[in-house]
């Protein structure tokens, strides 16, 4: 039997990778991906989820991942649910504790280690970030990475335009773009324009 996923994140791009990845593997289902954590409680129900996958920041604005999560575990304390997040606010971990939530982790862990994480809990165990929170890691950028960032960014190209042009298969422009927004700690395309004008790497270090 394969565990029923309910999958919850406001990046389109996060989704739908998230969803792809798992639904490859031999023991997750997909039965419901959402931008809105307002219908996730509707999706488990719908759907007798085993376990879900949340952003803490969702579409819906006043509802949030936090507060879903905590109104699923309360009228369907059997559902495993997982928070996620690529902001490293204290307070976050907190609100997740007391709405017994079962795992928490940051998006700028690897896929194959959120998906770990998932299997962990699925086995009973909890999953916390340590005390030290992540940073972005500026440096870790490779020169492909970051050409890859200012084609999303300055030239707005699709994956699949990105990957005639660097002669990459689409797949491969979506694992970069992934490991970009793990690397700068981003969760959008949106705040990774807004971290590139921060820190000046709009330009190439010979243009700017």
Same mark, same amino acid.
């Given at each position: ?14 989704? !739908? ?14 039965? @419901? ?12 129900? #719908? ?38 997040? @690529? ?24 896929? !194959? ?5 998932? !299997?962990?809990?699925?086995? @009973? ?59 700068? #700690?981003? #969760? ?10 921060? #820190? ?9």
């Amino acid at each position: 039997m394969k565990w029923r996923i309910v999958i919850v994140d406001n990046d389109n791009f996060l989704l !739908e990778l998230l969803c792809d990845y798992f639904e490859a593997s031999k023991k997750y289902h997909v039965v @419901g991906c959402t931008a809105n954590a307002q219908e996730a409680f509707a999706l488990c129900c #719908n759907h007798f989820a085993h376990v879900v996958l949340m952003d803490i920041s969702t579409d819906d604005g006043k509802f949030g991942g936090i507060r879903s999560g905590a109104i699923i575990k309360r009228v369907l304390p059997h559902i495993k649910v997982i928070l996620i997040t @690529g902001l490293p606010e204290v307070g976050y971990i907190q609100q997740a504790k007391d709405g017994k939530i079962d795992s928490f982790l940051y998006k700028t862990d690897t896929i !194959e280690n959120l998906y770990h994480a998932v !299997e962990e809990t699925m086995q @009973g165990k909890h999953i916390w970030p340590e005390e030290n929170l992540p940073t972005s890691d500026l440096s870790a950028l490779s020169e492909r990475e970051l050409e890859i960032a200012r084609m999303i960014c300055c030239q707005c190209l699709s994956r699949r335009e990105i990957a005639d042009i660097l002669q990459l298969s689409p797949n491969s422009v979506k694992t970069y773009t992934h490991r970009i927004y793990n690397k700068v #700690n981003v #969760n959008s395309s949106r705040e990774l324009m807004k971290y590139m004008l921060v #820190n000046d790497l709009i330009l190439p270090d010979d243009e700017s």
